[in-house]
């Protein structure tokens, strides 16, 4: 989703460095490891490069990790271990610790087994919320294999036929590397948007479109306040459910961590479940007949005729590599009410103020 906001007044722009910086500073006065604040800043980075303000995956997250870790809900430094560890397989206890850490070791993990076995998953429980999905997968992308991150999430979606919540966004992170050229990367929820972007289009007093979500009765609107009680739609309609559905199954009962209704409802005890998956094209073809048969299919796809001669057909994740490398230039927008807020919670903790 393009950057769009109505008054540009109430938005700062900072480089990438300013905001790194910073954000690794506040979580190591959290008391997160110097390897845990790096890990951190470089997904939140990612996100803040990527994506809309309003969803609030960004520098926004600092806010989640400031309440967390004062009420023990996150654990710096938790003392994370793997409770299975087979040929092709692993399950790692988060023990509490930070999502973006925990995933991150169970995709180096899946990338190291892949590499012997061709596929490897690894299974994380007692975990928080990971980030975004897409950063987790392009892990593997980066490595020359091909990644896959889901994780569960807070109950927002209502099975197909009902407007009661029960499954979460589930989202997933599926990366394609491609040589020298940047990956494919399919980072997206199971549900048409989030609460983030509904706040969002609340407070720019604007109507959202009618697919997002419905009342709390079920009935279709395009007031997000109106609906801010409500479910959120699925992606596809009854295919979305689905696989929100087997994203439970897979992240949240197989792993031994929380699902539907209970996972994401004890501030202080999230027990949040994540599946990440590595697959090296070359345990099937080798890497390099992989490769020209992955271009052959690229160039057909960008090839097709768009119906908007403006608007070319494009790969899955290269709308967010454009925006990073235009932010990158341009700066990364941060809404200055969430400046105000880190203000007050850099002082709390003692950190610089940078901003």
């Known amino acids: 989703m393009a950057y769009d906001i109505q008054d540009a007044s109430l938005i700062n722009h900072y480089s990438l460095e300013t905001l790194r910086a910073f954000t690794a500073d506040f979580m190591r006065g959290l008391g997160a490891t110097a390897a845990e604040a790096e890990i951190i800043s470089d997904g939140l980075m990612t996100a803040s490069l990527w994506w809309h303000p309003g969803q609030g995956q960004g520098i926004e997250k600092l806010f989640r990790y400031h309440r967390r870790v004062k009420n023990g809900g996150i654990l710096p430094d938790a003392p994370m271990r793997f409770l299975t560890d087979g040929p092709a397989y692993a399950l790692l206890d988060a023990a509490k610790g930070f999502g973006y850490v925990a995933a991150q070791r169970a995709m180096a993990c899946a990338i190291e087994k892949a590499r012997v076995n061709g596929i490897a998953m690894v ?71 989030g609460k983030g972007m509904m706040r969002w289009y609340a407070r720019e007093k604007r109507e959202m479109p009618d697919n997002w979500a419905l009342t709390r009765d079920g009935a279709v609107t395009t007031d997000p306040d109106a609906a801010m009680d409500g479910p959120l739609l699925p992606i596809g309609e009854y295919k979305g459910y689905g696989l929100s559905l087997l994203t439970d199954v897979l992240a949240g009962v ?38 020209r048969r992955l271009e052959d299919l690229v160039a057909q796809v960008t090839g097709a005729p768009p119906i908007d001669p403006a608007r070319p057909v494009l790969l899955p994740g290269e709308v967010e590599f454009r925006r990073m490398a235009e932010r990158g230039v341009e700066g990364i927008p941060v809404s200055r009410e969430t400046v105000d807020g880190l203000r007050e919670l850099a002082a709390d903790i003692a950190v610089p103020f940078t901003l």
Do not use: C
């Open 123 to 193: 299974g994380v429980r007692n975990s928080n919320h990971f980030g975004i999905a897409g950063y987790h997968a392009l892990s593997a992308a980066k490595a020359g294999l091909i990644g896959w991150s889901m994780t569960n999430a807070a109950a927002e979606m209502a099975p197909w036929g009902s407007a009661q919540v029960v499954l979460g966004t589930n989202p997933w992170g599926i990366a394609i590397p491609r040589g020298e050229e940047n990956a494919i990367v399919l980072d997206m929820a199971l549900t048409m948007s």
């Open 254 to 291: 197989m792993t031994g961590a929380l699902f539907g209704l209970d996972v994401f409802q004890d501030d202080r005890n999230f027990d949040v479940g994540h599946m990440l998956i590595a697959i090296d094209p070359a345990a099937l073809m080798p890497a390099a007949d992989y490769q």
